[in-house]
């Protein structure tokens, strides 16, 4: 191995090989790309759009697993709608939202747990489905970090609409869902062509089933609607990668959201198991 080979780092960036004495990345302009900050697992450690995917419907399978052994399950066996339907006492002890959770318990961040719950077998099954076909497409065209990105300040948008709408009691992973949704039709219609019109068609199809779906009761068509109003508009500000690669900025901010989510889902659980064991 050289000696220049031993003080040679790929920009956290760009990867391309740079000196880790380097100011800034000759290649993108990334300012200190050999700092440890911007080298550590937080901001290369999630760059697999597969690996990123399985995390979040692992940890949505996780959490609605615990709201089952936190109290008895509802069967609901003659409505397979409500089979295997937490109770609400485990869902607000983990983190459901609405108007009850914030304006009389103060739990704002439950805005983001929200989108980790969910209130019966198919619900989890519909939205997970939901969620794996159209963010595989999300992180192919935006790319792994915007989807992180997308996913999370869609779903917090879609349960602060609903919140400000006077829902009282609201979950589920469909307003991050309904997010991607959105960005992927701006993508559709900002990109054009063959592809981008078949993916507008398609992605449209869907918005015309999440319409049908909300006429049933009980849909809080609020998050649905927020969310998908959020997604076109960050998909215009974040922009895809045939618009733009993605930079340091989407890779920390990315990391921020996850860390974020973390801590909120590890405090929900941690809260939620000593209020059932203490009660």
């Not at 550590?40 to 979040?56: D, K, S, V």
């Not at 497409?137 to 915007?146: E, K, S």
């Not at 609409?161 to 993508?187: D, P």
Request: net charge positive; charged share 10%.
């Amino acid at each position: 191995m050289t000696d220049r080979q031993r003080h040679s780092i790929l920009c956290p960036n760009c990867n391309k090989l740079i000196s880790i004495d380097e100011p800034r990345c000759p290649y993108c302009g990334t300012g200190s790309p050999g700092s440890h900050f911007k080298n550590n697992f937080l901001i290369r450690g999630f760059g697999n759009g597969e690996h990123l995917i399985r995390t979040i419907i692992t940890v949505n399978a996780a959490i609605y697993l615990l709201t089952l052994l936190l109290y008895p399950p509802t069967m609901g066996l003659a409505n397979p709608f409500r089979a295997f339907s937490p109770s609400n006492d485990s869902l607000l002890l983990l983190g459901a939202t609405g108007t009850i959770p914030i304006d009389h318990m103060n739990r704002w961040w439950t805005l983001l747990s929200a989108n980790y719950l969910h209130g019966s077998l198919l619900h989890i099954v519909f939205n997970m489905i939901a969620f794996r076909h159209i963010g595989t497409l999300i992180y192919q065209v935006y790319g792994t970090y915007r989807l992180m990105i997308l996913y999370t300040l869609a779903g917090v948008a879609g349960y602060a609409v609903s919140w400000l709408a006077g829902v009282r009691f609201t979950i589920g992973a469909s307003a991050g869902v309904c997010g991607l949704i959105g960005a992927a039709l701006y993508y559709g219609k900002s990109r054009g062509g063959t592809f981008g019109q078949a993916v507008y068609k398609q992605v449209s199809g869907w918005v015309l089933g999440i319409f049908l779906f909300g006429l049933m009761p009980g849909i809080n068509n609020w998050g649905h609607g927020g969310g998908i109003i959020a997604g076109i508009a960050l998909g215009w500000l974040l922009a895809y990668r045939e618009r733009r690669p993605e930079r340091f900025f989407d890779k920390s901010f990315a990391a921020i959201c996850m860390v974020a989510t973390a801590l909120i889902l590890a405090w929900a659980v941690t809260s939620g198991l000593y209020y059932r064991i203490a009660g």
